[in-house]
C-alpha cells in the first residue's frame, strides 16, 4: 500500500526552526519527484519546494528561497523539508507529495502529483 506520512510540524515561535519529515511506505522514491506543499486557512495549496526527477535539482517557491531547504535521504525513503527563521505567515498545513511521472524544472512545484500524505500542522506564533 503506497503511503505518505508526515511528521515534524508543532507550534513554534518566531524566528525558530523546523524539520518535516515525510516517510515514504510500499514503494521507493529512488525515481519519483517529491515536493512540498502548504495550505493556509483559506488559502489555496501552493508548492514550495521540490526536487526534480529528471535532474535531481530543488526548486523553492520565490518567497521561500533562503529559508527552506528539501531534501531526500534514499536509504530512508524520506523526504525533509528544513524552515529556518518562521514567520507567522508560514503557518499552514504542510503536505509532502511523489509522483512517478517526469518533472522537469519548476513543473515539480505544481500539483502535478499522485501520492499525497494527509499533512502536518505548523503554526508560528509567539
Known amino acids: 500500500q503506497v503511503q505518505l506520512v508526515e511528521s515534524g510540524g508543532g507550534l513554534v515561535q518566531p524566528g525558530g526552526s523546523l524539520t518535516l519529515s515525510c516517510v515514504a511506505s510500499g514503494f521507493t522514491l529512488d525515481s519519483h519527484a517529491v515536493g512540498w506543499f502548504r495550505q493556509a486557512p483559506g488559502k489555496e495549496r501552493e508548492g514550495i519546494a521540490c526536487i526534480s526527477n529528471y535532474d535531481d535539482i530543488a526548486r523553492y517557491l520565490d518567497s521561500v528561497k533562503g529559508r527552506f531547504t528539501i531534501s531526500r535521504d534514499k536509504a530512508k525513503n524520506t523526504v525533509y523539508l528544513r524552515i529556518n527563521s518562521l514567520k507567522p505567515e508560514d503557518t499552514a498545513v504542510y503536505h509532502c507529495?511523489?509522483?512517478?511521472?517526469?518533472?522537469?524544472?519548476?513543473?515539480?512545484?505544481?500539483?502535478?502529483?499522485?501520492?499525497w500524505g494527509q499533512g502536518t500542522q505548523v503554526t508560528v506564533s509567539s
Open positions: 507529495a511523489t509522483t512517478p511521472d517526469w518533472l522537469s524544472g519548476s513543473y515539480c512545484l505544481g500539483n502535478h502529483y499522485s501520492n
